[in-house]
């Protein structure tokens, strides 16, 4: 198998070939004396592994040519692993290195074995990482259409969509709002032998009562005050193809009655017009209201709903698809921080718990317009609970044993850090962690890691 690559930026010949000495066993070596040369070869060669001196010429006294090759790495390749190998060793600059997106903090001079314990750890991560996200590739490549989920509810959701898809049943899908029925039925659609016809969406709650019947079955010119021409409705334009009636239970039952007269016969008139047309098209419906009610108060016909529900699909809200809310919260920030061009690279740990305790009423369609939000208005490279503007509250309103615990191990690691004078290595010592293992506390905490007067930001 192939060494892994490891780029050593050092502005110092002697350390530069002393550390290829010792990690040339373990590493294919690649070196650079400054940021300009740096940049060239991790954007050649993409090393996963990078050791970098902060203080490089033309400034080696300073800082500033070694955070802007560390943010330069950091924004091609979120997912490199930046050790700051440096004898700018002041608290703030580790602090620093580390908020903008460095795996970890050395200062001169250092001990080999510590930092080769430390790049195999970083290795190990950036080789997880890297599966995690073929997995989750390979997962939206077998996705239907829009469709994500590895919950075992949308399993079935998907194994259902499989069976019946090549069918001509008549689907009735049922869900709450935001919940996807639209992408049900599309993906019903694109897997059936009428994929090359039409697709022809209609939302029955949207269009007012008086002009539903024309938009469904279309008119004849002069049918009414208005009609100036003849035109098709949406059941003809769906000829061939798949018609799709989003919350059915809001048709007026005037409109039931001759929808279901289509369906036994497959024939419409046009309004004002006597000639039938013989329509062949398949009928998906969907609802987010409860028909058995409809059907016991009077307002939806009992022998149309039968007809419509040869097939049912229960969607399931997004609060009990277990996984599945990182996974599209992930996916939208992809696909939003590509359409509006923001160099988003994750969610903090904070705004994962919120995002999991959130009870999303609204469903797919919240989160999706949540993330959208905060990949516009986020300010650093991570979405956090503020930009989701979210709370972390549980969705019973009371205090989980898990967020009891992140409660009190945060008040725990902010007093020794405050004992220590936010001196990390003291503090992750007294606390019996490596510094990696604080600086990821740390975030999954929210304690920021910037300093001010001895107090943290939080």
């Keep these: ?25 373990d590493y ?77 903090f050395f200062c001169k001079p250092i001990q080999v074995e510590e930092v080769s314990v430390i790049l195999r750890r970083a290795f190990t991560l950036h080789q997880l990482e890297n599966e995690h996200r073929q997995l989750q590739a390979a997962q939206v490549k077998d996705s239907f259409d829009e469709l994500l989920g590895t919950s075992p509810q949308m399993q079935q959701v998907f194994s259902t969509i499989e069976k019946v898809a090549a069918t001509e049943a008549p689907i009735l899908i049922c869900g709450e709002s935001g919940t996807g029925k639209e992408l ?19 939302n029955c709650a949207a269009i007012p009562e008086s002009l539903l019947e024309s ?22 334009m769906a000829d061939h193809g798949t018609l799709f009636l989003d919350e059915i239970g809001d048709l007026p039952l005037p409109l039931q009655v001759k929808l279901l007269r289509f369906l036994q016969e497959h024939k419409i008139e046009r309004v004002g017009g006597r000639k039938q047309i013989i329509i062949d098209t398949r009928v998906i419906a969907a609802t987010n209201t409860n028909l058995d009610q409809a059907i016991r108060e009077g307002h939806f016909r009992e022998d149309l709903y039968y007809r419509l529900g040869v097939v049912k699909m229960q969607i399931p ?13 992930v996916s939208f920030l992809h696909k939003y921080s590509a359409e509006h061009k923001r160099k988003v690279f994750g969610v903090t740990q904070r705004g994962i718990s919120a995002l999991k305790s959130h009870n999303w009423p609204g469903n797919v369609r919240e989160l999706e317009n949540r993330m959208r939000r905060a990949v516009i208005m986020v300010q650093g490279r991570k979405i956090s609970q503020e930009d989701l503007e979210l709370e972390t509250n549980s969705k019973s309103g009371k205090m989980t044993l898990r967020e009891a615990r992140e409660k009190t191990d945060r008040e725990l690691v902010l007093r020794v850090l405050r004992e220590n004078n936010f001196n990390l290595a003291r503090s ?31």
């Design 428 to 458: 992750a010592g007294n606390l019996g962690i490596s510094r990696p293992n604080l600086y990821e506390l740390m975030e999954k905490l929210g304690i920021k890691k910037e300093v001010k007067g001895g107090e943290s930001l939080t």
């Design 28 to 104: 294919d070596v690649l070196l650079a004396k400054n940021r300009q040369e740096a940049l060239q070869m991790f954007r050649s060669e993409h090393p996963p592994l990078v050791t970098l001196d902060l203080g490089l010429p033309p400034d080696p006294q300073g800082v500033e040519e070694g955070f802007l090759a560390l943010n330069s790495m950091v924004e091609e390749d979120p997912y490199v692993k930046v050790v700051i190998v440096s004898g700018q060793g002041d608290r703030q600059n580790a602090l620093n290195a580390i908020g903008q997106g460095a795996y970890d």
């Design 1 to 25: 198998m192939d060494k892994p690559k490891l780029l050593i930026i050092d502005d110092d010949e002697s350390i530069l070939l002393s550390m290829k000495w010792a990690f040339a066993g």
């Design 184 to 202: 049900v039925a599309r993906a019903l659609h694109g897997r059936s032998h009428r994929k090359d016809g039409p697709f022809v969406p209609i």
């Design 317 to 329: 809200p997004l609060r009990d698809r277990e996984g599945d809310i990182e996974l599209l919260a």
């Design 215 to 236: 938009e469904l079955f279309g008119h004849e010119k002069g049918a009414f005050t208005g009609a100036h021409a003849q035109r098709k409705g949406r059941i003809e």
